[in-house]
């Protein structure tokens, strides 16, 4: 009967997920491409703001989870590396996006669960059945094929995605480690009350560098009009939701399970 329990209980976070994975893609896309806001890290930013906010708000006003605090500099640092990596998948996967067509960078992001599983392997010397290493031999050769072919490929591109997908991959395997090793268990909340504020701090110069002007372009946006405040904070809170689900589904489940589902629905969402 537990067993069951725990079953659709995991079922549930990954459909929770999901869902809120697709609404926040949905608006991204809009805003990024229908309604013309061609910041991406900007918008990031502002997703890793509004999970600073919300996750404190959670915690330390509604109570709904015990605050902890980080023990250790070794587990600050362990926090810090989680949300270096996770900026610098977000970072490269844009820059790789300006050389390489979409279809072509999402079929690099295939190969996320191979990674995983070297990771995974390398930093908690964690074993798969050999059974799902099998399985991901035919993605990889796919992707080799597909890049030998590719009419449109772009070596500095091709590294740039890569290395994204190889970040995310990463940053999978570090937050399954946050969230479930005995010495500095972290619960979802409150890792991403930590991680978060971090990434703002990391985020801030390449937005500064690599979108210029963002802030006044917003303001003048949104003295246009007044709707482009509204996307920004409803998209920011559903970013919460997703991220929080996230990491939810890394700790009920496991780093690979989570990036195979995000490569069976060809999410390119930042987590």
């Known amino acids: 009967m537990k067993g069951t329990s725990s079953r659709f209980f995991s ?18 896309k809009y805003l990024l491409s229908n309604y013309g806001f061609k910041y991406p890290i900007f918008l990031t930013m502002c997703h890793m703001t509004a999970c600073s906010l919300l996750s404190y708000i959670a915690i330390a006003w509604m109570k709904m989870v015990p605050m902890q605090t980080i023990r250790s500099r070794q587990q600050f640092f362990k926090i810090s590396a989680l949300s ?8 490269f996967g844009n820059i790789s996006l300006r050389f390489l067509p979409v279809s ?12 995983t599983a070297v990771f995974a392997y390398l930093m908690t010397l964690k074993r798969e059945a050999w059974m799902t290493y099998v399985t991901l031999v035919p993605v990889v050769t796919g992707v080799v094929i597909a890049s030998g072919g590719e009419p449109s490929f772009h070596l500095f591109g091709f590294i740039m995605c890569v290395a994204a997908t190889a970040a995310r991959a990463l940053k999978s395997v570090l937050q399954g480690i946050l969230l479930s090793s005995e010495g500095e268990k972290l619960n ?40 482009i405040i509204w996307y920004l904070l409803f998209n920011s809170a559903l970013a919460y939701f997703v991220n929080l689900t996230n990491f ?4 009920h489940t496991s780093a690979l399970t989570l990036q195979v589902c995000n490569s ?7 987590g």
């Open 104 to 115: 072509f960078n999402q079929a690099i992001g295939a190969t996320t669960p191979f990674f």
């Open 11 to 28: 079922i549930g976070l990954v459909s929770a997920w999901y869902s809120s994975n697709i609404g926040v893609l949905l608006l991204n």
């Open 264 to 270: 069976s629905g060809s999410f390119a969402f930042y």
């Open 248 to 251: 939810l589904v890394t700790k």
């Open 188 to 227: 979802s909340m409150n890792l991403l009350l930590y991680m978060a504020p971090i990434a703002v701090v990391f985020l801030l110069p390449a937005t500064l560098i690599m979108e210029e002007n963002v802030v006044g372009i917003a303001l003048a946006l949104a003295r246009d009009d007044i709707k």
């Open 84 to 91: 270096l990596v996770f900026c610098v998948s977000v970072v």
